[in-house]
């Protein structure tokens, strides 16, 4: 019974044009959907770092963190980015993914408001969604509605949430305004910080720094940094109160019932960061190749009106965006086709994502490719 409801359910997701395949990546694309902002998932040095790592500690961790695979690299990155961010202290998960579930299915419990952006990523949703609470969502970086909704709410525990880059369409949050409605109606501000760690920030720590300066007061602020966009490499890190993550190492089944990282990634992302603040030179590249590649488009209306790396050109139609991305392919260039249910069905759309890596000349050959593909549509 089991096999033919998954089988139907199969058959729709083609029908509609939605199926979603893997392919090994053994073809050397000119890759313009990778989130490595920065040019660093090849960087040497950082691979040096990681071997330094694994002659001195060995390939894996052998164990959960509280167990016996906690290692000096895990607790240095972890005050690394604690210090640099300006927390009182952070931790340190597998993944993006895993420590967005993991705060709100262990922090948010008992009464509590929660309002969340609607277009905040899937982790956070299924975080929501563990913890079985209702949640409101307020209209995407709308921050007039979000105040209407937290000037009716009577809890006096409250949590407003968002991402700082949207992953999807590329576009910003005002997160000092969210920081003073959190002041002003005394609530919790997650921030989930994945795409604009690296980018953001004169030093490259985030969208925080370059809006409103790490030094801000931090109390009622909770910080997500992943590693593996502008970073290069994968894990994530919950930075906040010593409390919280005092009880996150008690409580995070995510944190406790897993083998540790291997304590190269730590080291591998120390390294990392040590590039990502050094690395002016990188952003203003990237900046260079944003602006290149949005002037040399012809159909500027079907760009959206951000300005970072991430620039979605919206097809809506789900065919059309396999065609164009299979045409491009032809041509060597690999770009994402996103359709539903990552975004709305009639919102398909193209993710161009641009990384200080590229050259003049590859950003001139996605978009003479893409002018090509996008003639035929309006
Ligand atoms: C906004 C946002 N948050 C969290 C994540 C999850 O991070 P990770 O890839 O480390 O699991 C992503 C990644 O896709 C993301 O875009």
């Known amino acids: 019974m089991i096999e033919k409801d998954i089988a139907l359910e199969l058959q729709d997701i083609e029908e509609k044009n939605l199926l979603r395949n893997r392919e090994d990546r053994n073809k050397d694309y000119l890759n313009f959907?990778?989130?490595?902002?920065?040019?660093?998932?090849?960087?040497?040095?950082?691979?040096?770092?990681?071997?330094?790592?694994?002659?001195?500690?060995?390939?894996?961790?052998?164990?959960?963190?509280?167990?016996?695979?906690?290692?000096?690299?895990?607790?240095?990155l972890e005050l690394k980015i604690a210090n640099i961010l300006h927390f009182e202290d952070g931790l340190f998960y597998h993944s993006g993914f895993n420590a967005n579930v993991s705060f709100f299915k262990n922090i948010i419990k008992g009464e509590f408001d929660i309002f969340l952006d609607k277009l905040c990523h899937a982790s956070i949703y299924d975080g929501m969604f563990s913890i079985q609470s209702p949640f409101t969502r307020y209209p995407h970086l709308d921050y007039e509605s979000l105040?209407?909704?937290?000037?009716?709410?009577?809890k006096e525990n409250k949590i407003i949430v968002t991402d700082s880059v949207f992953s999807m369409d590329g576009d910003i949050a005002d997160l000092s305004r969210l920081c003073s409605l959190s002041i002003k109606y005394k609530t919790i501000l997650y921030i989930d910080d994945a795409h604009g760690f690296g980018v953001?920030?004169?030093?490259?720590?985030?969208?925080?720094?370059?809006?409103?300066?790490?030094?801000?007061?931090?109390?009622?602020?909770?910080?997500?940094?992943?590693?593996?966009?502008?970073?290069?490499?994968?894990?994530?890190?919950?930075?906040?109160?010593?409390?919280?993550?005092?009880?996150?190492?008690?409580?995070?089944?995510?944190?406790?019932?897993?083998?540790a990282s291997p304590p190269y990634l730590a080291d591998g992302i120390l390294k990392s960061i040590d590039l990502i603040m050094k690395g002016e030179k990188l952003r203003k590249k990237l900046n260079k190749n944003v602006n290149l590649f949005r002037t040399l488009i012809h159909k500027k209306h079907l760009l959206m009106n951000v300005d970072g790396p991430i620039q979605p050109i919206?097809?809506?139609?789900?065919?059309?965006?396999?065609?164009?991305?299979?045409?491009?392919?032809?041509?060597?260039?690999?770009?994402?086709?996103?359709?539903?249910?990552?975004?709305?069905?009639?919102?398909?759309?193209?993710?161009?994502?641009?990384?200080?890596?590229?050259?003049?000349?590859?950003?001139?050959?996605?978009?003479?490719?893409?002018?090509?593909?996008?003639?035929?549509?309006?």
């Open 200 to 259: 953001y920030g004169s030093k490259g720590l985030g969208l925080l720094e370059s809006q409103m300066g790490v030094e801000i007061d931090k109390s009622n602020i909770i910080h997500l940094t992943t590693f593996g966009k502008s970073a290069g490499l994968s894990g994530a890190m919950i930075c906040g109160s010593k409390k919280i993550i005092d009880y996150l190492k008690q409580k995070s089944r995510e944190y406790i019932y897993t083998t």
């Open 147 to 154: 105040e209407e909704k937290l000037k009716n709410s009577t």
């Open 33 to 76: 959907s990778d989130n490595d902002y920065l040019g660093l998932r090849n960087n040497k040095s950082i691979s040096t770092a990681m071997k330094k790592s694994i002659d001195k500690f060995g390939n894996g961790s052998g164990a959960s963190h509280l167990i016996s695979g906690h290692f000096q690299s895990h607790s240095n």
């Open 314 to 378: 919206l097809i809506k139609d789900n065919q059309i965006v396999i065609n164009i991305q299979k045409e491009l392919l032809e041509k060597n260039i690999h770009v994402a086709a996103i359709r539903s249910p990552t975004v709305p069905f009639s919102e398909s759309r193209l993710r161009i994502s641009i990384s200080a890596r590229h050259s003049k000349n590859d950003i001139m050959q996605l978009a003479e490719a893409l002018n090509n593909s996008l003639s035929h549509v309006n």
